[in-house]
Structures are given as structure tokens and as C-alpha cells.
């Protein structure tokens, strides 16, 4: 199961330098994460200091 961004994001683009498959990218107000490219290592989650990032 891929993670989620969720509203808690504050762009501050930690998560999208963390991600080993590049699979996270700037979108619309928050960051998000392609589910396709994912490969659900947590990775990005355990980076995210607002804990925005969560098990879909």
C-alpha cells in the first residue's frame, strides 16, 4: 500500500530528496505521491518533520 501526503504538509520538501525511486513532487499546495512509482519503503515518512505522511 502506497503512502499519502496529507494536509499537515508544509512544503518544505524534505520527502521529495529522501524518496529513492523519485516517486514524490511538488503539487498544489502540498507534495504527493505518485502510488504507481511507490515502492512503500516508508522512507519519506520517517523523514517528514510534521508527520504529513501516512499509510494509505
Given at each position: 500500500?502506497?503512502?499519502?501526503?496529507?494536509?499537515?504538509?508544509?512544503?518544505?520538501?524534505?520527502?521529495?530528496?529522501?524518496?529513492?525511486?523519485?516517486?514524490i513532487s511538488e503539487g498544489d499546495g502540498k507534495?504527493?505521491?505518485?502510488?504507481?512509482?511507490?515502492?512503500?519503503?516508508?522512507?519519506?515518512?520517517?523523514?517528514?518533520?510534521?508527520?504529513?505522511?501516512?499509510?494509505?
Amino acid at each position: 500500500m502506497a503512502y499519502v501526503i496529507t494536509d499537515e504538509c508544509v512544503m518544505c520538501g524534505t520527502c521529495e530528496g529522501e524518496c529513492p525511486v523519485e516517486a514524490i513532487s511538488e503539487g498544489d499546495g502540498k507534495y504527493v505521491i505518485d502510488a504507481d512509482t511507490c515502492v512503500e519503503c516508508g522512507t519519506c515518512a520517517g523523514a517528514c518533520p510534521t508527520e504529513a505522511i501516512k499509510e494509505a
